[in-house]
Every structure is written in C-alpha cells, then in structure tokens.
C-alpha cells in the first residue's frame, strides 16, 4: 500500500498556523499535485481538517474523484501561543524557544503546543489505520511539521531531530511511503518531491519567504 504525503497548497497569510483559505498560488500548487498523481492511480483522499488541508484535497481530487476523508488527527503541529503571530513578533517574543530548537538537544514542545513526538503519537496511528484499510493508493493531505514528525518516528530518529528532514519542504510536494503489512512497518520512497512545481517559481517556497 502507498501513501502519498502532500503538503498543503501555500496558505493567503504569513501568520503562525492561522485556520484560512489557499491563496491564488495555494490552487494553483494544488491543482499541478492532482495532476501529477493521476497516473498513479489514486483511490482515496484525506486530508486533516483545517481549511488549506481541505482546499488543496478538493482541488487535487478534481484529478482523482475518489472519496474525500476528513482526519482531524493529520493537522498541523500546535504552534500554541505562537498562533496568529507574526515572524516578526515570534522572534521578538519567542525568540529563545526557535534558538532552543535548533540546538535539537531534547524535543522542545511550543509554549502551550506541542512538540515532534507529540505530533506523531496522534498522526501516526491514523496513517497506520489508512495503510491497512484496504486502499491501494492514497492520497493525504496534512502538513510540513506532521510530515517531519512522522517521518523522523518512522525512521528511529531522535524527535528533536524532525527540523533535519526536509529543509523547506515544498507546498504541493510529494512525499512517498511503502507500507508492508507482512513487516507491519513503513519505508521512505521519496521525499519533498516537488517536481510538477519547478517550472514556475513563483509557487516555490523561496519566492513566498522573505
């Protein structure tokens, strides 16, 4: 059984972690990954809940028109007092949580949030529940830090470590897993595959950050 990670299209706000629509890139990202994936044959579809998960499986599935699965389990890492906030702001307020962070000494949890190990302990279970539900092919849509997290249990790492996989990962990128029910366990095929994107550069992650 293949899943096909994607992360959600690029969002209409530079805020931490705010709950809003896809903006005009966002769609566009989303409509390329559909297009990307249609060979492959997808039978299903989930998404977390939160609004830009949701778009970019609505979009994508334009391609597909599989049934659409809401996981609240697959949303993105708790930013906790961090949410709404800009960059700015975070470094100003928060500044020593991030330098904390990238020392990537102990899995540090977001002041009020949660941290890597928490993020799988909730993600994981229910792509486990996906990978034995009889699908062949499927597509979900979560988020960066999910992605990280989950991949870093998945590949026995240190939680703290997650920040390592993946330096940008893509809106609109594919990241593959193989599961082998015999071996119970999951195999990295791919990762932040952003191929269907690099024709057009302003869908690129570096034309969006300052």
Known sequence: MRLYLIRH???????????????????????????????????????????????????????????????????????????????????????????????????????????????????LPALKEIAVSGSKNAAVVTHGGVIRSVLACILGMNPAKSRLIGNGIENGSITELLYEPEKDRFTLLRLNDYAHLEKYPELLRESWID
Request: with cysteine; hydrophobic share 35%.
């Open 9 to 123: 299209g690029r969002q209409c706000s530079k805020l931490c972690n705010v709950d809003v629509d896809l903006s005009e890139e966002g769609w566009r990202q989303a409509a390329l990954v559909g297009e990307r994936l249609f060979p492959s044959k997808i039978d299903v579809v989930y998404s977390s809940d939160m609004v830009r998960a949701v778009q970019t499986a609505e979009a994508a599935n334009l391609y597909w028109n599989v049934e659409h699965i809401i996981r609240p389990e697959l949303r993105e890492i708790c930013f906790g007092e961090l949410e709404g906030m800009s960059d700015e702001a975070i470094e100003e307020k928060y500044g020593y949580v991030k330098r904390e962070m990238d020392r990537m000494e102990k899995d540090v949890p977001y002041p009020g949030g949660e941290c890597a190990a928490d993020v799988a302990a909730r993600a």
